[in-house]
T-cell receptor, first 116, second 117 residues
């Protein structure tokens, strides 16, 4: 079974702190994603990576950065946490099959981050 | 730009009733993929189905069925004989053709389904 593991289920941080959210997948997937989920807004893409050291901005990258030094690990970084970054953060990965065959994404259990 | 609309924010039905969740999408691509995910109270999104734009056949999997209509840009999801375990938030999602950077999913805002025993 594909497994996407996020390092924390719940996290409470103070305003201005630097926050690291870690995600690891064990199925050798090329693509990895970070989404945030807010009530009434669904899931919104923050950043996307299709290979080691490669990253693409999603729809709401402001205030975030990412790191992908190894294929299995994709980290989301909040440089200076703010209260409006309180949210559920979901990591996902998917396989690239080639020939334009988009595959389904597999999600981690989510990290509920509260910034106080 | 691609967009997914799930107009039904919340639906409640009594157990054993049938229920249909609507999904309307927008895309300029001729090749794209549609997905449905279930998010139970535990929080983890569970993949249900993937459909590409060239395959308009309806699909049935047990009590679940999907109706894909390109003419109306819709990909609706029906649960037959609903059960309490079907209570969850359901998301419809879209991704465009699989070039680098296009494999990201665009999600709708979700429909919260409550099955009343």
């Amino acid at each position: 079974d594909v497994k996407v593991t996020q390092s924390s289920r719940y996290l409470v941080k103070r305003t201005g702190e630097k926050v690291f959210l870690e995600c690891v997948q064990d199925m050798d997937h090329e693509n990895m994603f970070w989404y945030r989920q807010d009530p009434g807004l669904g899931l919104r893409l923050i950043y996307f990576s299709y290979d080691v050291k490669m990253k693409e901005k999603g729809d709401i990258p402001e205030g975030y950065s990412v790191s992908r030094e190894k294929k299995e690990r994709f980290s989301l970084i909040l440089e200076s946490a703010s209260t409006n970054q309180t949210s559920m953060y979901l990591c996902a990965s998917s396989l690239r099959t080639g020939a334009g065959q988009n595959t389904e994404a597999f999600f981690g259990q989510g990290t509920r981050l509260t910034v106080v | 730009a691609q967009k997914v609309t799930q107009a039904q924010t919340e639906i409640s039905v009594v157990e054993k009733e049938d229920v249909t969740l609507d999904c309307v999408y927008e895309t300029r691509d001729t090749t794209y993929y549609l997905f449905w995910y279930k998010q139970p109270p535990s929080g983890e999104l569970v993949f249900l189905i993937r459909r590409n734009s060239f395959d308009e056949q309806n699909e049935i999997s047990g009590r679940y069925s999907w109706n894909f209509q390109k003419s109306t840009s819709s990909f609706n999801f029906t649960i037959t004989a609903s059960q309490v375990v079907d209570s969850a938030v359901y998301f419809c999602a879209l991704s465009e053709s699989g070039n680098f950077g296009n494999e990201k999913l665009t999600f709708g805002t979700g429909t919260r389904l409550t099955i009343i025993p």
